[in-house]
């Protein structure tokens, strides 16, 4: 039975070295949410990322995003494929160290529909 990892809300994985890297969509579905054009919310809340490639959201000065606010993602309806898909679909050896996320055994089907749910990605369970 697939293991589906139902997040906490404990916002580690918001306040962890790393970036949050964007795609050009996200950049527009972003900047819409924020009431902004997207040339200013480039200006304001990106960088270049890593691999200068594309772009990323910046860090507050304590290394936390800069959309977190408390226990809160100020984007949460619009927020990253990448946020989306942590832990489920992607995550590192170690990840339920720091990430309180409970794992719960699910049948196939209860895995797909939580996947679509909290991803919007329809995927074949492992
Ligand atoms: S965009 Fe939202 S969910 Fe993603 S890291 Fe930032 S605060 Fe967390
Ligand atoms: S670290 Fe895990 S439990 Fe905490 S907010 Fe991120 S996904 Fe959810």
Redesign the pocket.
């Known amino acids: 039975m697939p293991i589906f990892w139902e997040c906490d809300r404990c916002?580690a994985?918001?306040r962890w070295p790393g970036q949050?890297s964007l795609t050009p969509p996200e950049i527009s579905r972003i900047a819409a949410h924020l009431n902004l054009p997207e040339p200013e919310f480039i200006a304001r809340f990106t960088r270049l990322n890593s691999t200068r490639t594309g772009l990323a959201?910046i860090d507050q000065s304590d290394g936390?995003?800069?959309?977190?606010?408390g226990s809160?993602?100020?984007?949460?309806p619009v927020?990253?494929q990448?946020?989306?898909d942590f832990p489920n679909l992607w995550n590192f050896p170690g990840f339920n160290e720091v990430c309180q996320a409970r794992p719960r055994e699910l049948s196939p089907d209860d895995w797909r529909a939580r996947i679509r749910a909290s991803t919007g990605r329809e995927v074949a369970p492992p």
Do not use: A, E, G, W
């Open positions: 916002t994985c918001c949050v959201l936390s995003c800069i959309f977190l606010d809160n993602c100020r984007i949460q927020k990253p990448q946020c989306r």
